[in-house]
């Protein structure tokens, strides 16, 4: 029987490559290939090794293996420092448990506009930029210093949700978030794009949430989605 290698040494080989997210949806390891642009599951037989890499816990010669396989297959690299081995539900996506009220606001004409200007921009973005350039788009407009939500957020919001009468909502949701972060943040408010998966039957999806708050969908609707990635 081969000896288990001591698991600091042999687990600290291995981090995940720089353009992979994953999460575990039912039991199965999902990644998202940021430059490949596409959602996978782990194959069965590596996900003990996976597992035990996550807990740094010991690994086999065996589970090593397996490892050194996710390499060529671009899930991780190796790496000589201490990797971060935590799931992407540490990484700021709070449960949401409430919807934005915007009942009692009226956003000004100007405000659909932009609404309706900031959609039909990610949506030529959508179809003319790769993912790992949009992604940084939003990262460079940088994080909201002003406490939220605001009467302005309230106008924002429901000037998208006019906007989604225009030109629809269906199958448009990473077009919809991406367009409301990117405003709410030139605005200097606080507002975070989260995608989300389930597995069996697979899905993903994508909202804004501002703390627990959701700002464009329901809540119960994006608790059947767990968080793979948020931008």
Not at 43 to 57: C, I, Q, V
Not at 75 to 86: F, G, K, N, Q, Y
Request: hydrophobic share 45%.
């Amino acid at each position: 029987m081969a000896r288990a290698p001591d698991a600091r040494s042999m687990s600290m080989a291995f981090a995940l490559h720089e353009s992979i997210r994953f999460c575990i949806s039912g039991g199965q390891v999902i990644l998202l290939d940021i430059r490949a642009e596409r959602y996978f599951a782990l194959p069965k037989s590596y996900t003990d090794a996976f597992h035990h890499w996550l807990g740094g816990e010991p690994i086999t010669e065996r589970e090593v293996n397996c490892l050194e396989r996710l390499i060529r297959r671009g899930v991780l690299c190796r790496t000589a420092d201490e990797p971060s081995r935590s799931d992407n539900r540490s990484l700021g996506a709070f449960v949401p448990t409430a919807v934005l009220n915007t009942s009692l606001v009226r956003p000004s004409l100007l405000a659909v506009v932009k609404a309706i200007g900031a959609r039909l921009l990610w949506a030529w973005r959508m179809k003319h930029w790769r993912l790992e350039r949009q992604l940084h788009h939003l990262e460079g407009l940088g994080d909201s210093r002003k406490a939220t939500p605001t009467a302005e957020m309230r106008a924002i919001v429901y000037a998208f949700e006019l906007a989604d009468r225009v030109l629809g909502s269906h199958d448009k949701c990473m077009e919809r978030s991406f367009a409301l972060v990117s405003v709410c943040r030139k605005y200097g408010l606080r507002a975070q794009a989260v995608i989300g998966v389930q597995n069996a039957p697979f899905a993903a999806h994508c909202w804004v949430q501002d703390g627990e708050i959701v700002l464009n969908e329901q809540p119960d609707r994006v608790q059947l989605f767990t968080p793979i990635m948020v931008i």
